[in-house]
């Protein structure tokens, strides 16, 4: 068994998203008989009180205010992280964070630099994913389905080329925080607004009318297609972590060529942006009833009742199979690189 150091937590607006993921992903690693050690990238390594009280499975129908991520933001040093006992001893790092430091390669760089081996993408593809704008561009040239999209500012002619109804979201943040759909170029700068407390960059997305799908990927496999049907008239927020503001069917009660252009799409995203392990890719229907892939989570949500982990179970891959498979692919990179550079 593995001596694990798993780092959760963080100062994004997703920091209670990652906490509910590690307090089910540590309880099955520690059932697989490995040694876990917890480590929040703000506080530190977590005593056993500590992960009583920060490792709850709920998460609040908000996420941290402003104030809260700045004074998170002040007390975080991810420079300090692998000089931490914790990790320079661990076989390898488990990640569950979510947000730009944590998706967006700078974390993977960090552990890059020092040696370590960690769960998920490496820097640059998780760099890559997080940028919206940038993943898309890579959608278009392997000829997979997106819908348009443009980067704020852009002039009246692009906006009017995009078409309302507008989505406004930060390109580099999760978990639909700060997104807004707007109708009328009047309601445009409001939403922008909204968008760069979160994100200096910001897009901006034709909003899709038709069905939403989303498709887990692990290591080569694409597995089943669930379809998610939330109450708002988006996937946001409040329907992703509050219950009963989302149906999510898997496997998707759809017809057999659709199911396999979706997970053949979903693998072909996964493989443009050089992603490794496991990601989680979301598509929606444009009014033609076309499947427009919106984006790739490099380390989707891992509790139990999350997406990757459905789209697993609806293949037979229980919960703690699904942490063991990557624990797995994370050693045998480890034993691989041993092996070359010994």
């Known amino acids: 068994m593995s001596n694990i150091a798993f780092l959760t937590g963080g100062s994004t607006p997703e920091r209670d998203v990652a906490f509910a993921g590690a307090a089910q992903v540590v309880v099955a690693l520690r059932a697989l008989g490995h040694q876990v050690a917890v480590v929040d990238t703000v506080t530190g390594p977590l005593s056993h009180q500590d992960e009583q009280q920060l490792l709850r499975p709920a998460v609040g129908k908000l996420p941290p205010t402003l104030d809260e991520l700045r004074a998170l933001a002040d007390r975080e040093d991810l420079q300090d992280l692998v000089k931490l006992t914790e990790l320079r001893e661990a076989d390898f790092v488990f990640l569950v964070l979510h947000g730009r430091q944590g998706e967006g390669g700078e974390v993977q760089a960090l552990l890059d630099k020092a040696g370590m081996f960690y769960t998920g993408s490496g820097a640059a593809a998780s760099a890559l994913a997080m940028d919206k704008e940038a993943a898309k561009r890579r959608f278009e040239a392997a000829g997979i389905p997106t819908q348009p999209s443009c980067v704020w500012p852009a002039d009246e002619h692009t906006i009017d080329e995009v078409g309302f109804p507008l989505v406004v979201k930060p390109s580099r943040v999760g978990s639909s925080v700060g997104l807004s759909v707007v109708q009328t170029l009047d309601q445009l700068d409001e939403a922008v607004r909204m968008a760069e407390r979160y994100d200096d960059q910001v897009m901006l997305e034709r909003f899709l009318p038709g069905r939403e799908f989303t498709v887990g990927v692990l290591g080569d496999r694409a597995l089943a297609v669930g379809e998610i049907i939330p109450h708002n008239t988006v996937f946001d927020y409040e329907c992703k972590y509050q219950p009963g503001m989302t149906e999510e069917v898997f496997p998707a009660d759809i017809d057999d060529d659709v ?72 050693l045998a990179r480890s034993l691989s690189w041993n092996k070359d550079y010994p």
Not at 259 to 270: G, I, K, M, P
Not at 292 to 306: D, H, I, K, M, Q
């Open 259 to 330: 199911r396999d252009r979706l997970q053949h799409q979903a693998l072909e995203a996964h493989r443009v942006l050089g992603l490794r392990d496991f990601s989680r890719v979301d598509f929606k229907e444009d009014n033609q009833g076309t499947p427009r892939c919106l984006e790739v989570n490099t380390l989707p949500g891992l509790t139990s009742a999350s997406l990757l982990p459905k789209s697993a179970a609806a293949v037979g891959i229980s919960f703690k199979d699904l942490c063991d498979a990557i624990c797995s692919m994370v």
